[in-house]
């Protein structure tokens, strides 16, 4: 009989350390919870660009993965395909004119309001953040995109390539596929086209010059 009731009690104390260890466990999921959401940055769309605010995750972006440029005010400027990425990976909170939070699909109408071939440029940011290139707006050298090797951040070397994403579906005149040549030629990168089918996939081509 005294086998049975010290069995008892060995039992019923694995039950109350097992009680006691889930709990824990759900405890440190809720602080978990409760950081991931912390962590979750708010950003205004704000036309051509969004603006987070200004806080320390704000400007890891920057400093840890090179998206977008730190202002002055200590916020952080992205652009338009760099905020729907951030945005469609839960790092961000992007808030529209009403100060609502906006979807990614909301995100796209606007952007495309702003700029018309907005999710051909973006398949082609996404594609290459996800091959682990840091891609960067490239306007002021004429070019859409400008690509960094990888393991390069601004800054610590020149871009490698500039690139111009196309609809598979685009015709290209031989003076405009030729003007993107000189752009390329011009800032010393090598020219790469991206070309993106009605699904969103791309298919990269590298153009050289060459001297007969």
Not at 65 to 85: K, N
Not at 176 to 186: G, I, L, M, Q
């Amino acid at each position: 009989m005294a086998k049975k009731k010290t069995s008892k009690k060995t039992k019923k104390k694995k039950e109350e350390k097992t009680k006691e260890k889930t709990k824990e466990k759900h405890k440190e999921k809720a602080k978990e919870n409760i950081k991931e959401k912390k962590e979750v940055i708010k950003a205004i769309f704000a036309r051509e660009r969004v603006i987070t605010e200004s806080s320390e995750e704000a400007r890891n972006l920057y400093n840890k993965s090179a998206y977008g440029q730190i202002l002055e005010d200590g916020r952080v400027q992205l652009s338009l395909p760099e905020a729907l990425y951030l945005l469609e990976k839960g790092k961000i909170q992007i808030s529209g004119t009403r100060k609502k939070a906006i979807t990614a699909e909301e995100f796209i109408k606007k952007a495309r309001k702003v700029e018309p071939n907005f999710w051909i440029r973006y398949s082609v940011f996404q594609d290459m953040r996800k091959r682990g290139y840091i891609i960067k707006t490239a306007l002021k050298f004429g070019a859409d995109f400008r690509v960094y090797d990888r393991g390069i951040r601004p800054g610590e070397d020149h871009a490698r390539w500039i690139i111009f994403p196309v609809h598979e579906g685009e015709t290209l005149t031989w003076y405009e596929f030729a003007a993107k040549n000189r752009v390329a030629h011009s800032t010393k990168k090598r020219l790469m086209m991206g070309i993106v089918d009605d699904e969103g996939d791309v298919t990269y081509y590298e153009i050289k010059w060459m001297r007969p």
